[in-house]
């Protein structure tokens, strides 16, 4: 990407951060003051008037053309794969488990994380931005056209549509988590806070849409096509390309003086003075390069998988494993809760999860988990508990459930942000770029794996609970 070469001592413009060696890590200039912790009752100098005082230093701070730009990115990126996973049982109806429209919003992605760190800084950013949201775009209106009927040709266009708008989230994901690199910390927290509010603004809208006010999930879901716009508003309008351009001018200097450094090399120099093989010694210096790189990249993702790579993976598979396996089958008597019918119980699981993830995920400036592992291992507990009263009823109160599902979210969100924070602060400054596009592969990668658990533990549920006498998942 722009800038990935050859700005170790180049002056850093994001945020004022004064020049820093290539050695240093992306976010030393701002460790030990980019967190702004939450009073500790009993701690020394600990009030909340300092509290407020630390807060309003870190607003003045802020520059709100990259914060608001980034926070729209982290918002339209993700609000549509929000919405077509609220809307899985309207698209497929009670019959089909609910994990094959997650499979169909994730799997393109997954794939496009997997491959594209490797390719995707050959294409400029700009360009990236208008190819993924026509994709996104174009996705919405396949998936809007054909919703009202539930026959496998539909169903296979629907589909269809779910795999563009996949394409586009993922790759956006990696191009503005890229973009994070070059205007610092502002743009992440700001980020991450964009896709927790994608989550509550997606699922909450669609509930309140299609429940509340019945408006058809043809309407809401064509509505939804124009989302894109904001992105491009956002990206041309909005945001500042001075660091762009400034980290382009980097990457081409130093491309020249590799350039020099390979026409002055003895081997180089042979094969210039020979007839005709200029072109040939041109291509082999290409073609090293790229080799060099490619090896260079994949040693800077192993050493992402353990520390990263893999708490970010286990929380994605326990959370989306209870989205879309488990909650569909956390059903009481009406009677007991708030609705009126069953279909209610999925969008609002979904609602109060988006909630959960949007406060944390906006909790960056306030709290950061340096232990990622704790609340993986948290996460996959909530997993075991819904499943458990799945099975054998035990949680005597929709609401308690409501509360489950919330933390949930909390702890997902929290994982999301923290994990990206983490690297900002550990890794490298010449391999952060490269680090904040390649984790988010373990994300995409837990939702596969959740996605197939769901389908199988969708059904072995439901099929449980039929024989025990409530057949509330049958009546969705």
């Known amino acids: 990407m722009w800038g990935a070469a050859g700005t170790g001592f180049a002056p850093d413009i994001r945020e004022g951060v004064q020049p820093i060696l290539s050695t240093a890590k992306c976010d030393d200039a701002s460790r030990g003051s980019t967190e702004v912790m939450l009073p500790l009752p009993g701690a020394p100098a600990s009030s909340w008037s300092l509290f407020r005082q630390r807060l309003a230093g870190k607003l ?48 393109p992605s997954f794939f496009v994380k997997l491959t594209a760190p490797y390719y995707i800084h050959l294409i400029p950013y700009s360009t990236r931005i208008w190819l993924f949201c026509a994709l996104s775009a174009v996705g919405m209106l396949v998936v809007g056209a054909s919703s009202n009927a539930t026959d496998a040709g539909s169903i296979s266009a629907k589909m269809a549509g779910v795999v563009l708008a996949s394409l586009s989230s993922g790759g956006g994901e990696l191009t503005f988590l890229g973009l994070v690199h070059h205007y610092g910390h502002t743009a992440l927290a700001a980020w991450g806070s964009g896709t927790g509010g994608a989550g509550l603004i997606g699922a909450g809208a669609y509930a309140l849409l299609t429940t509340t006010f019945r408006l058809s999930v043809r309407a809401t879901l064509l509505a939804s096509a124009g989302l894109p716009l904001i992105m491009l508003f956002s990206f041309f309008v909005l945001l500042s390309h001075a660091p762009l351009k400034l980290a382009r001018k980097e990457e081409l200097a130093a491309h020249a003086v590799a350039n020099d450094d390979d026409a002055t090399s003895p081997e180089t120099a042979g094969l210039l003075s020979q007839s005709g093989s200029n072109h040939t010694a041109v291509s082999s210096t290409k073609s090293s390069r790229a080799l060099r790189s490619l090896k260079t990249n994949l040693l800077r993702a192993r050493k992402l998988v353990i520390p990263y790579m893999l708490p970010l993976f286990l929380v994605y598979v326990a959370e989306y494993t209870i989205n879309q396996g488990v909650a569909p089958t956390l059903l009481f008597p009406l009677l007991e809760t708030p609705f009126s019918n069953y279909r209610a119980f999925y969008p609002t699981y979904a609602a109060i999860y988006q909630l959960g993830v949007f406060i944390s995920r906006s909790s960056l400036p306030f709290i950061r988990v340096r232990t990622l592992y704790a609340p993986s291992i948290l996460q996959i507990l909530n997993l075991v508990l819904l499943s458990t009263h799945a099975v054998t009823p035990f949680i005597p109160s929709v609401y308690i459930v409501f509360l489950v599902i919330f933390w949930e979210g909390l702890l997902g969100g929290l994982v999301y942000v923290s994990t990206f924070a983490a690297i900002r602060q550990e890794v490298p400054e010449e391999d952060c770029e490269f680090s904040l596009g390649a984790t988010t592969v373990s994300d995409s990668g837990g939702i596969c794996v959740a996605g197939f658990l769901s389908i199988g533990m969708e059904k072995a549920l439901c099929g449980w609970q039929v024989r025990d006498g409530r057949d509330w998942c049958e009546r969705l």
């Open 60 to 107: 003045d701070g802020i520059n709100w053309g990259v914060a608001v730009s980034f926070w729209l990115f982290g918002l339209i990126n993700n609000v549509l794969y929000v919405i077509l996973l609220s809307a899985a049982l309207d698209l497929v109806g009670p019959n089909i488990p609910k994990g094959t429209v997650l499979l169909a919003d994730v799997i």
